[in-house]
């Protein structure tokens, strides 16, 4: 695939893409990196590979956190490899969601859905089953097509203020617009947000799940950030973005996915929903925790760095003393920490991970073999170093059979920690 580059090279400053203030501050600076999905085939690690600046800029004005376009979404997400069906603890959340926002909103089979980023269905699957009528708009053409076979109507397009005003002509409108994990990944955010308030109903809303830069700061989650995600949001920001579109928040609910995510509800600014005590308790602690203070942003360079200190001299220790370190995963978010911290084989001898289309590819960047989880019981490691830390329950309780041979897990987020399986309870 060809990758569209942006060179940004030309503005002495990047501009802010909420406020376009200049970005003079940095957040954190993770150095260059390859793009984090882009696993490689055997014939390709002895090949060039394009790394990309990974340095995160904070707004002085806006206090919005963003990475520079590098990359044209076209790149990364006209055809994708994640598919959200995979994950069956997704598809819970989804249909949870789903049962909550009908009864909420009263939605009903005159009701128009639309979710913007609707991977391959696994959101309107549910409402299409209760008789709403739901479609969805997806940019990747091999997972609409999966959604179209669900027959779930899917347009297979980028969501802007273009579309917007082009399915307005043609006297479509929302009640519901749904954007999971989808408002960090839209490079004009302007032009994203502004389509969301064209194409809704007058009392329709809008629910946006992204997660909170709160928990990335506080669990120093700094692994989260790769170049597909060019935002990363605090309440306080939201609101801004809302207000600056003529849209208001009026509800806000904190959410255990991803580390720690918000579900925020928006509506036109004149529409009849009363903002929810919710929603000023949640301003008023940014606030007063320093979410409006640039302080509060330049410092969590120092965390990382840390970080990264720590998890090295500890797998040096490890590796002088002879011991066998393997990964689990080979997630996106583990890319990020492998380059940055360059871990590769000379720490792990390979990785391992339950998706069979990795199988027989390497990561990008320190090009780690990618195994299947069978591969950890033939090798019998010491350690292993447990990449996807959101998931880290789960497969620890699905892998505990490791210490039978000794073997322990080591989780780096949010900080150096050994587990035992041996030391666990029932
Ligand atoms: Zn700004």
Known sequence: MELKTINNSALRHPQCRLCNAPLTATFVDLGMSPLCESVLRADQIDQMEPFFPLRVLVCSNCFLVQLQEYVKPESIF???????????????????????????????????????????GYLLQHFIRLGIPATGVEPAINVAAAAREKSIPTIVEFFGMDLARRLVSEGKRADLIIGNNVLAQAPDLNDFVGGMAIFLQPEGVITLEFPHLECLIDQNQFDTIYHEHFSYFSFVTIDRLAKQHGLKVFDVERLNTHGGSLRAYLCHADAPYAPSPAVGALLAHERQSGFEDIATYTKFSAKVHHTKR??????????????????????????????????????????VDRNPYKHGLYTPGMHIPIRPVSAVDDARPDYLLVLPWNLKQEIIEQMRHVGDWGCKFIVAIPNVEVIDPRDLTS
């Open 310 to 351: 720590r998890l090295l001299s500890f797998l040096i220790e490890l590796k002088e003393k002879g011991a066998k370190v393997c990964g689990y995963g080979a997630p996106g978010k583990g890319n990020t920490l492998l380059n940055y911290c360059a871990i590769g084989t000379d720490f792990l001898d390979f990785t």
């Open 78 to 120: 006209t055809e994708y490899d994640y598919f959200s069906s995979y994950s069956t603890s997704w598809v819970e959340h989804a249909r949870q969601y789903c049962k909550m926002i009908v009864a909420k909103l009263n939605l009903d089979r005159n009701s128009q859905v639309y979710e913007i980023a609707s991977n391959d």
